[in-house]
């Protein structure tokens, strides 16, 4: 009985302590053995399955694909004293376990030791060259499509001569060699935003204001000449049609003037006496009312008809 009990806590036993040496490496990982904190062997960066001494040594496992560092974003001037507010990121691995893991031994202190490299290089390159070197590429033309723009005076844009490429990459050069010491390689940095900073800033958009507001009083202006003209347009028109027709009309009443008149006389021809009869019959009906007084001479021509007639509204005395 004491027989088995024994076999199976050596069993036992033997299973914990083969547990314990095995150890699997991934893919995407990279195994340094230890042994009382000293490293001890070459580090296992091949996918498998290994083994270790139990209880004495053991397997500390790192990253062997791209790892990602994001700056902190910060004002840096550039050469011609404007300042930008600049965000980096880069990607980075680890290349030499043994002293990554004897210099900053894990992922979380790599990103203070990046942090205090790779900031302080981007700060320099940035500070070392003009805004349009940080911005721009190449000097290829802009392809801008600006409403409004085409007549106001614009200052050319100056030419580079490194650019922003050729800025990252200095970065990265500037910095891997402080990094080779912590088994890190810099695989890439790149620039994710620039702008300015909010003092500079509203003055640029205080200026791109002033241009819209210069296109604007441009439109406004050439709005109110044309409608100038059009009202102008407009009057001149209006009288020329009112003296047109004016004229039209005048003609016509004059031709009708000239036809009652040729009329009147034809009739009137036919008999004078009939005539003047007519016309002083007018002439009494818009001068005498009922309140009217007249005194004439018994030789007036205005009494011609009304001798021997007796009118209520007229009283007529002849000397």
């Known amino acids: 009985m004491n027989y088995k009990v024994v076999s199976l806590v050596i069993g036992i036993v033997a299973i914990f302590l083969l547990y314990s040496s095995a150890y699997v490496v991934d893919e995407t990982e990279q195994v340094v053995i230890t042994q009382f904190g000293r490293v001890v062997g070459a580090p296992k960066q091949s996918p498998g399955l290994y083994f270790k001494i139990p209880l004495i040594q053991d397997a500390t496992y790192f990253p062997k694909n791209l790892l990602q560092w994001d700056g902190d974003p910060g004002q840096i001037p550039t050469l011609d004293k404007t300042y930008l507010w600049v965000d980096v990121f880069a990607r980075w691995k680890i290349v030499d376990p043994v002293k990554f893991f004897q210099t900053v031994n894990n992922t979380v202190s790599a990103q203070g030791r990046l942090d205090d490299i790779i900031d302080p290089a981007t700060r320099n390159l940035i500070t070392s060259y003009r805004l349009i070197e940080s911005v721009r590429r190449s000097n290829r033309a802009l392809d801008t499509f600006e409403i409004g723009l085409e007549d106001i005076k614009k200052e050319p844009i100056p030419q580079i001569t490194t650019g922003r490429d050729k800025i990252t990459q200095a970065i990265l050069e500037q910095a891997q060699p402080k990094l080779s010491p912590f ?137």
Do not use: H, W
Not at 271 to 290: C, M
């Open 183 to 319: 088994g890190i390689e810099l695989v890439d940095v790149k620039i994710k935003r620039i702008n300015y900073v909010e003092q500079v800033r509203e003055s640029v958009y205080g200026r791109m204001i002033a241009e819209r507001k210069q296109i604007a009083e441009k439109y406004r202006s050439e709005g109110q000449g044309e409608a100038a003209r059009i009202l102008g347009d407009k009057e001149r028109d209006l009288k020329r049609i009112s003296s047109e027709a004016y004229r039209t009309a005048q003609e016509v009443k004059g031709k009708a003037d000239a036809e009652a008149t040729k009329l009147y006389a034809q009739a009137y021809g036919v008999d004078p006496e009939f005539y003047s009869f007519t016309k002083s019959l007018e002439v009494y009906g818009e001068t005498l009312g009922k309140q009217s007084t007249v005194i004439l001479s018994t030789g007036s021509e205005f009494l011609k008809y009304l001798k021997g007639c007796q009118i209520p509204s007229v009283t007529a005395a002849a000397k």
